[in-house]
């Protein structure tokens, strides 16, 4: 239980892309989006990250460390690559300590099996997704009608919020 005057650290999960996600939590809070659309919008949700106050709280994020993939074009790959150094920005300029975790490190913390060569990205994804909602029952974006989108994009993220707890032993 925190003291008086004193929060819970923040964990930070960052899931980029256009498809991805970021969610932070704190203590029972969750706070959550898919990938804002523009530079403003990411910025201002890193803004309004809560600073914890007490003896060493802080503000930790891990941001899962992605790479070009063959047939990907060159245009999506510049895009994505500013887009995921934009997010590394936002930390640096927040004063958030942060590490870049590989999917396979992150999901094998979090219960992810390894994904078998048959199953097709979307089944992944679901499963995935399957994973969010027992660890976080009771969480709302769960419960919202036509939002498997908003759920798909958000269950990365949040799982890496979870394994960024677990590493730093809260």
């Given at each position: 239980?925190?003291?008086e005057?004193?929060t819970e650290?923040?964990?930070?999960?960052i899931?980029?892309?256009?498809?991805?996600?970021?969610?932070?939590i704190q203590?029972?809070?969750?706070?959550?989006?898919?990938?804002?659309?523009?530079?403003?919008?990411?910025?201002?949700?890193?803004d309004?990250?809560?600073?914890?106050?007490?003896?060493?709280?802080?503000?930790?994020?891990?941001?899962?460390?992605?790479?070009?993939?063959?047939g990907?074009?060159?245009?999506?790959?510049?895009t994505?690559g500013?887009g995921?150094?934009f997010?590394?920005?936002?930390?640096?300029a927040?004063?958030?300590?942060?590490q870049e975790?590989?999917p396979?490190?992150?999901?094998?913390?979090?219960?992810?099996?390894?994904?078998p060569?048959e199953?097709?990205k979307p089944?992944?994804k679901?499963?995935l997704l399957?994973?969010?909602?027992?660890l976080f029952?009771?969480?709302?974006?769960?419960?919202?009608?036509k939002a498997?989108g908003?759920?798909l994009?958000?269950?990365d993220?949040?799982?890496?919020?979870?394994?960024?707890?677990?590493?730093?032993?809260?």
């Open positions: 239980m925190p003291k005057n004193e650290n923040v964990f930070i999960g899931d980029p892309g256009k498809q991805g996600g970021l969610v932070y203590g029972g809070e969750i706070c959550y989006t898919q990938m804002p659309s523009t530079e403003r919008e990411i910025w201002n949700w890193f309004e990250i809560p600073e914890p106050e007490g003896p060493l709280k802080e503000r930790i994020a891990v941001i899962e460390k992605v790479h070009a993939m063959p990907q074009g060159v245009t999506s790959m510049f994505f500013q995921y150094g997010l590394r920005a936002c930390l640096i927040s004063g958030i300590r942060f975790v590989t396979r490190t992150w999901q094998k913390e979090v219960g992810v099996p390894a994904k060569k199953l097709t089944e992944h679901l499963r399957a994973i969010a909602q027992q029952p009771r969480m709302p974006l769960w419960k919202e009608k498997k908003r759920q994009a958000v269950c993220a949040l799982l890496i919020a979870e394994y960024c707890r677990r590493e730093n032993n809260a």
